[in-house]
């Protein structure tokens, strides 16, 4: 039997301040505790390792990329940070054991969890390959929660923990063309940070935070996945439809991205706060998940942002 679910009224915050009645702790001060980060090489991992850096923790930087990743290290080492490289595939759950060894191993223990390691790739959805869709889930969606999954008795071990798995906006939009699997996975990310939220919130680690990242427009080299594209799964960059999605994304990016540091701010002032929801766009964001509600509630299929942006422009006419 499916239970209804009932609106929650009133003050939300206190809704959500405490569980039970006890008050929740959050990570204040982070001087002196780990933090894993995959995709750390580049992009908003880069930005959040630099950054947890500065708040004095140690860093144990996970990556695909072994040049990229050693590179990153050595320049945190030389702002005398302490921090080490694990050259890591998420998408495969022996690496992620090994990650989690090697963190306890040389430092006996870790505070904070980012999954940030993230791909795009696609086509219009009858020319995606099943090995496509597996690489993008495998990155974005197992990656996320199979780390969740094995670090997560470390990270209860300690007084105070947290987690932050980055979505996206997509994971709360449709009607991207050719962006099926990943759209997909940050459903997916969606879905499961929320319900993982609320388990460990109000029964098996109310101690542990829990945050759910998700950037919207962000001045990295997401666009460029392909390059840790795995020999198996076709290429799509070179697709007329996918060319110009990215040329329109690329457009729009340079006009009202945010960068990497912005984005890594975002997130430490989130941790802190024990914050759930970290928002680089909260005005485009919210709007994109009340027009879901609106077409449910009229009854009319997924708008898309270019259908939406031509109503808007006959309107105005």
Same mark, same amino acid.
């Given at each position: 039997? !499916? ?55 140690? !860093? ?142 109000? $029964? ?13 427009? !962000? ?88 259908? $939406? ?9």
């Amino acid at each position: 039997m !499916v239970q209804s679910v009932v609106p929650v009224t009133g003050d939300l915050t206190d809704a959500t301040a405490s569980s039970r009645g006890r008050v929740l702790p959050s990570m204040k001060s982070l001087t002196g505790k780990v933090a894993v980060v995959s995709g750390a090489a580049s992009g908003i991992g880069r930005a959040i390792v630099d950054r947890l850096a500065i708040e004095g923790m140690k !860093v144990v930087l996970a990556d695909v990329e072994s040049g990229a990743l050693d590179a990153a290290v050595a320049e945190v080492r030389a702002t005398g940070a302490d921090a080490i490289g694990v050259r890591t595939d998420v998408s495969k759950v022996d690496d992620i054991e090994a990650l989690a060894h090697r963190t306890v191993e040389e430092f006996g223990g870790v505070h904070l969890l980012c999954n940030i390691a993230g791909v795009e790739g696609g086509a219009p959805f009858g020319e995606i390959s099943r090995r496509t869709w597996e690489w993008v889930m495998g990155v974005n969606f197992w990656g996320t929660l199979d780390a969740c999954r094995i670090f997560l008795p470390l990270l209860a071990d300690q007084d105070e923990a947290h987690i932050v798995n980055c979505a996206s906006m997509a994971g709360f939009a449709t009607g991207l063309p050719t962006f099926h699997p990943y759209v997909s996975s940050k459903f997916a990310v969606v879905g499961m940070t929320e319900n993982l939220e609320v388990e460990l919130r109000t $029964s098996t680690a109310p101690h542990v935070g829990v945050s759910l990242l998700s950037p919207g427009l !962000v001045k990295t080299n997401m666009n460029r996945s392909e390059r840790n594209r795995p020999t198996d799964v076709p290429a799509t960059d070179t697709q007329d439809l996918r060319r110009q999605v990215h040329a329109n994304i690329e457009e729009q990016t340079e006009k009202f991205g945010v960068t990497p540091d912005h984005v890594a701010d975002l997130v430490v002032e989130g941790v802190k706060e024990r914050r759930f929801h970290i928002l680089t766009h909260p005005g485009p964001t919210i709007d994109a998940f009340r027009s879901r509600l609106n077409w449910m509630e009229n009854g009319v299929p997924p708008i898309s942002p270019a259908e $939406s942006q031509q109503a808007a422009s006959s309107t105005q006419q």
